[in-house]
């Protein structure tokens, strides 16, 4: 004959409900998991510039190992023209369920909504931020056969002759253009504004001496001033680089308030699940720390800094509201 025990039967009732409680959170758990991801859909991530530039071989590198750890295709599409907001226009207008991705950098999320008059989607409004890949850092440069041994110089030689030194830039709209405006407007100099069609052409007449200077990406500058070919005057980050550690920022140069840096990032459109937000703010986080995409930024100059959705919306903001003023004040219009 069997005896059961009160106590233990009790004991034993407790231990059941305690496994099936477990079974059913991991069981939610499982069903979050699974909801916060776009499951059995591909990703496209759209890149808003043509291949080959530094948006778009580290978006490249990342998506392929976001893709690695949920198990999802992601395939990079570039969508390239108007400064980046032929891209941003078209994520804007994606279903917000995870599977399209803007990966684009400060340029149509916080420049070119101020220059180009009325675009089909907010830089705002029409997204949820998701991550910051990154910073990039530039350099003021000068050929090595110009006079200029300092910014110092070169804006004594600006106030010396008003209207005759001209500095280069990718295009209109660009954060190389605003970089200019923004010494114009910061010291009261009159310069002559370069435009041309990409940071390639603008940086080669820059070292042929036919422009005075330009504010270049470091990636881009670094081999010339290392090769002795262009010379550094200044950096625009916060901190000197580890890369040119002689070479004084703009505020030891004397422009305490001249700090700007490019920034990448990645958008969702707006209203996309914060579950899914968050999940890819997660799974971005965790291929920013990979060997390979540290050793790909470094060699871009690209300072990786990832953080919360919340970091990006007060960075965009931020940065939106200081160049639209820069736009403003100078009353720069887009081609």
Known sequence: MTVFNTATWHLQSLRRGLLLGACSLLAAG?????????????????????????????????????????GVNIIVDN?????????????????PDGSTLLGTSIGPQAIAPHLMGKLSYDPIASFEPVIIIGTIPHILV???????????ELLAAAKAEPGKLAFAS??????????GELLKQQ???????????GDTPALQDTLAGQVNFMFAPAAAALPHVLAGKLRALAVTSEGRLKSLPEVPT????????????QWQAVFAPAKTPQAIVLRLNQEISKALKDPAVIALADK?????????????????KTDSAKWAKVIRDGQIKAD
């Not at 000068?142 to 110092?152: E, L, M």
């Not at 009261?188 to 069609?197: F, R, T």
């Not at 703009?250 to 840096?261: D, P, T």
């Open 300 to 316: 871009l100059s690209v300072t990786l800094v990832g953080g919360s959705p919340q970091q990006l919306a007060e960075t965009q």
């Open 250 to 261: 703009m505020g030891e140069a004397g422009l305490k308030n001249f700090v700007v840096e």
């Open 30 to 70: 499982s069903v979050l998991a699974q909801a916060d991801w776009p499951a059995g859909r591909g990703i496209t991530w759209v890149v808003p510039y043509p291949a080959g530039g530094s948006t778009d071989v580290l978006g490249r590198y990342i998506a392929q190992r976001v893709a690695a750890s949920v």
């Open 79 to 95: 969508k390239a023209g108007a400064t980046g907001t032929i891209g941003a226009a078209f994520v804007a207008r994606a279903t």
């Open 187 to 197: 010291t009261g100099v009159q310069l002559i504004h370069v435009p041309y069609k």
């Open 142 to 152: 000068v050929a090595v056969n110009q006079p200029f041994k300092s910014v110092a």
């Open 170 to 179: 990718g295009g209109n709209g660009t954060i190389l253009q605003m970089q």
